[in-house]
Antibody, heavy 119, light 107 residues
């Protein structure tokens, strides 16, 4: 079945780095754009980044620009989010999601991975 | 950025009730709107896309309507498994933005 499985995450000190991974199965990964969305503890959903199916186009929300990098390896069916210069306010559950169709609806989502930035 | 305003922030309802959640965009987004359901500790689940199209596998008691700036998610007869938080999301332009969420609680 169509599935996204995430890995990475953990506890990191302010200023540190972390790489999140999202591995797809059950569909032709190289045909779909991928997104990252995060959710701070007890808060709502915040959009983070997007990468086109062939990596030819990327987008970052302002708070991620210059610190986060989205990239993909279509041979490994995996999209990554490299997090650098992390701040306490980056503490959140990070979700990857597939862009399913022309209406930019997000389906499915990964199970989420918690990033905690704390000294 | 397009701002999405959801209301109410929470609603208490009973099984069998009809529940309506509204979402207003800060500018016209045509039908570029999706609705998601999220249960505690779980990833969001797509319910509706293109404002009114039901995602495959989603029960027909869920429906969406609206266009432009004003949208509605309706649950026609609330079921026990529907108690959750619901989010709208605009897809008209980047960054994709979400409403603050509506928590549907048991009355």
């Amino acid at each position: 079945q169509v599935q996204l499985v995430q890995s990475g995450g953990g506890v990191v000190q302010p200023g540190g780095s972390l790489r999140l991974s999202c591995t797809a199965s059950g569909f032709t990964f190289s045909s779909y754009g991928m997104h990252w969305v995060r959710q701070a503890p007890g808060k709502g959903l915040e959009y983070v980044a997007f990468i086109q199916y062939d990596a030819s186009n990327k987008y970052y929300v302002d708070s991620a620009k210059g610190r986060f990098t989205i990239y993909r390896d279509n041979s490994k069916n995996t999209v990554y989010l490299q997090l650098k210069s992390l701040r306490p306010e980056d503490t959140a559950v990070y979700y990857c999601a597939r862009e399913e169709g022309k209406w930019l609806q997000l389906y499915p989502w990964g199970q989420g991975t918690l990033v905690t930035v704390s000294s | 950025d397009i701002q999405m305003t959801q209301s109410p922030s929470s609603v208490s309802a009973s099984v069998g009730d009809r529940v309506t959640i509204t979402c207003q965009a800060s500018q016209g987004i045509s039908s570029w709107l999706a609705w998601y359901q999220q249960k505690p500790g779980k990833a969001p689940k797509l319910l509706i896309y293109a404002a009114s199209s039901l995602q495959s596998g989603v029960p027909s008691r869920f429906s969406g309507s609206g266009s432009g700036t004003d949208f509605t998610l309706t649950i026609s007869s609330l079921q026990p498994e529907d108690f959750a938080t619901y989010y709208c999301q605009q897809a008209r332009s980047f960054p994709l933005t979400f409403g603050a969420g509506t928590k549907v609680e048991i009355k």
